[in-house]
């Protein structure tokens, strides 16, 4: 089955940009029949998400993050990345990366990484 | 973008209990729903899909219905485990929401 891990510095300055990267084991990136997301929780409150990249390089986003996200996708190193630019203190969160099939719910998830927005 | 609202919010029940907890959808979302169980410092963990099918590995006790604008998710008889705090979410239209959560704890 598929494992996800994210990585990343667990702490960015405000205005800088936030950047992680989701490592899909147990399968393959390229598959056609996953989806890779993301999706984020600030300490103590529900889940957001942010959004979905496809193999091919399609990607969805949720629409009043879309002018700072961008995700990509790394086909030759099963990774998929998470560059969100110009963030604040209310981008502090636990981001977890995820897989789902389509317009299905996120079966495999990673265990999380919380990044503080902080000086 | 289409809201996703639990209830309760919050939710004591005793270890055997039946527990039901309803999500709406602020329009049809035919049965484009899916559930999670969230324990604290964890991921969510995937227990249902199309507002009714079990996730593999998931127990039966748990039972999903439901089609359109009102859904529930249904625990037949709680075990120590099952006290988490559960998610709906949608998928029948970007971007993709989820309901606010229910904190389901032991009395």
């Known amino acids: 089955q598929l494992q996800l891990q994210e990585s990343g510095p667990g702490l960015v300055k405000p205005s800088e940009t936030l950047s992680l990267t989701c490592t899909v084991s147990?399968?393959?990136?390229?598959?056609?029949?996953?989806?890779w997301g993301w999706i984020r929780q600030p300490p103590g409150k529900g889940l957001e998400w942010i959004g979905s990249?496809?193999?091919?390089?399609?990607?969805w986003y949720k629409p009043s993050l879309k002018s700072r996200v961008t995700i990509s996708v790394d086909t030759s190193k099963n990774q998929f990345s998470l560059n969100l630019n110009s963030v604040t203190a209310a981008d502090t969160a636990v981001y977890f990366c995820?897989?789902?099939?389509?317009?299905?719910?996120?079966?495999?998830w990673g265990r999380g990484t919380l990044v503080t927005v902080s000086s | 973008d289409i809201q996703m609202t639990q209830s309760p919010s919050s939710l004591s029940a005793s270890v055997g209990d039946g527990v039901t907890i309803t999500c709406r959808a602020s329009?049809?979302?035919?049965?484009?729903l899916n559930w999670y169980q969230q324990k604290p410092g964890k991921a969510p963990k995937f227990l249902i899909y199309?507002?009714?099918s079990l996730q593999s590995g998931v127990p039966s006790r748990f039972s999903g219905s439901g089609s359109g604008t009102d859904f529930t998710l249904t625990i037949s008889s709680l075990q120590p485990e099952d006290f988490a705090t559960y998610y709906c979410?949608?998928?029948?239209?970007?971007?993709?929401?989820f309901g606010q959560g229910t904190k389901l704890e032991i009395k």
């Open positions: 995820a897989s789902s099939r389509r317009d299905s719910g996120y079966d495999f």
């Open positions: 147990g399968g393959s990136i390229s598959s056609s029949s996953y989806y």
């Open positions: 990249i496809y193999y091919s390089g399609s990607s």
């Open positions: 329009q049809s979302i035919s049965t484009y």
């Open positions: 199309g507002a009714s």
């Open positions: 979410q949608q998928t029948y239209g970007l971007p993709y929401t």
